[in-house]
């Protein structure tokens, strides 16, 4: 059964760094491309970034409003995903997810179950 | 950016009723559109990708059609458990844009 599990979510202040991380079971993590969306709260979903999988190097492909401040890595030895986020800012407030990419027609399939991420002084 | 569309944003029927959703892209993205259904403290739902084709474990009530600009995403006899927030998104090019919701509420 495919799981993904978020975590690493929680409050930091404006300017602050928080590493996501989404734990991945039930597949082969190093077949996939991996994706971050994110939901501010009461608002609807923004595609954060992708990390493609290991025949295509890994490369990744980020939205404009996170570019240069976050980072999305992988470890697949340890079938994880990551979301390294750096100067945080409030409207970075949301509930991020992974996703998982069927890479023969490039759609999601699965989804986390989201972890908080609230931004604050 | 490629914007997503959804009309209408929110929609009121009844247990029994058949409803459609629309959503327009504001330039072609082929056949590259998913829609994914989300309840209130949920993740989303992936349910239908490359415009119509079903997810696997999605019931055939939800069917999708379009291409190019224009797709619609219909749920026939409703039950409570569809009434959720629907979402259209194009993964045809960087970067993947999502519309902006429809909340399909119970009448």
């Known amino acids: 059964e495919v799981q993904l599990v978020e975590s690493g979510g929680g409050l930091v202040q404006p300017g602050g760094s928080l590493r996501l991380s989404c734990a991945a079971s039930?597949?082969?993590?190093?077949?996939?491309?991996m994706d971050w969306v994110r939901q501010a709260p009461g608002k609807g979903l923004e595609w954060v970034g992708r990390?493609?999988?290991?025949?295509?190097?890994?490369?990744?492909q980020y939205a404009a409003s996170v570019k240069g401040r976050f980072t999305i890595s992988r470890d697949d030895s340890k079938n994880s995903l990551f979301l390294q986020m750096n100067s945080l800012e409030t409207e970075d407030t949301a509930v991020y997810y992974c996703?998982?990419?069927?890479?023969?027609?490039?759609?999601?399939?699965?989804w986390g179950q989201g972890t908080l991420v609230t931004v604050s002084s | 950016d490629i914007q997503m569309t959804q009309s209408p944003s929110s929609l009121s029927a009844s247990v029994g009723d058949r409803v459609t959703i629309t959503c327009r892209a504001s330039?072609?993205?082929?056949?590259?559109l998913a829609w994914f259904q989300q309840k209130p403290g949920k993740a989303p739902k992936s349910l239908i990708y490359?415009?119509?084709n079903l997810q696997s474990g999605v019931p055939s009530k939800f069917s999708g059609s379009g291409s190019g600009t224009d797709f619609t995403l219909t749920i026939s006899s409703l039950q409570p458990e569809d009434f959720a927030t629907y979402y259209c998104?194009?993964?045809?090019?960087?970067?993947?844009?999502f519309g902006q919701g429809t909340r399909l509420e119970i009448k």
């Open positions: 996703a998982r990419v069927v890479v023969t027609g490039y759609y999601f399939d699965y």
């Open positions: 039930g597949f082969t993590l190093s077949d996939h491309y």
């Open positions: 990390t493609r999988d290991r025949v295509n190097s890994y490369t990744t």
């Open positions: 330039q072609g993205v082929d056949n590259y």
């Open positions: 490359a415009a119509s």
């Open positions: 998104q194009q993964y045809n090019t960087y970067p993947i844009t």
